[in-house]
């Protein structure tokens, strides 16, 4: 079955340090690896897909099919980027419905 | 453009109780998907629609969840005899095709007394 993973449920940094969102999936064929992120008093969205290889908002996530990760990073950290972060799967044998990871919140503090 | 629209933004209802939840995809998109954000359950899928293909029905928690997509356009998701652990917010999703970005609306969010 597939299964994503964050393991922290709470990550809290200071504005200007780094970043990193972890992400962990159960999947065998070739997944679809995401990141979402709900704002404050706003709906999900899209964030990043590993296909695309985009850097958004400055944030970079790299698939790495060995250790079958899919963390979130960025560099230095910004006040703004506090949010709810939700890692997320889909593949071709289940449609494109998205399997969600129980999501980590992210605090900036100044 | 306008984005997917779900209404009521809030419901209360008591225990036993029928409710139905709407939702308005973005205009063109073929492919539209419910999921349930809830405290205990985290962000689980329900059901999706894909054109005029049979919905993909393998989330809904109990046969008191049903959904309809008329036209191929608006949703309605409905649930029957509600119980307390009903309660949650419920996403709706829409897309150009299952390979493309899901698209979210702000959410239903459905309280059961």
């Known amino acids: 079955a597939q299964r994503v993973t964050q393991p922290e449920k709470l990550l809290s940094v200071f504005k200007g340090a780094p970043v990193e969102l972890k992400c962990n999936y159960s999947?065998?064929?070739?997944?679809?690896l995401f990141w979402y992120v709900q704002y404050s008093r706003q709906r999900l969205q899209l964030l990043l897909r590993h296909i695309s290889r985009e850097s958004i908002k400055g944030f970079t996530a790299d698939l790495n099919k060995g250790e079958t990760s899919f963390h979130l990073k960025k560099p230095f950290a910004q006040e703004e980027d506090s949010a709810m972060y939700y890692c997320?799967?889909?593949?071709?044998?289940?449609?494109?419905?998205?399997?969600f990871g129980a999501g980590t919140i992210l605090r900036v503090k100044s | 453009g306008a984005g997917v629209s779900q209404s009521p933004s809030n419901k209360v209802t008591e225990k036993g109780k029928d409710v139905e939840l709407r939702c308005d995809p973005i205009s063109g998109h073929t492919a539209l998907y419910w999921y349930r954000q809830s405290l205990g359950q985290g962000l689980e899928f329900l059901i999706y629609f894909q054109g005029n293909s049979a919905p993909d029905k393998s989330g809904l928690p109990s046969d008191r969840f049903s959904a309809e997509r008329t036209g191929g356009s608006v949703s309605t998701l409905t649930i029957q005899r509600t119980q307390q652990e009903d309660s949650a917010v419920y996403l709706c999703a829409s897309s150009q095709g299952w390979v493309y970005e899901q698209y979210f609306g702000p959410g239903t969010r459905l309280t059961v007394t």
């Open positions: 997320a799967l889909s593949g071709e044998e289940y449609g494109n419905k998205l399997v």
């Open positions: 999947y065998s064929g070739s997944p679809e």
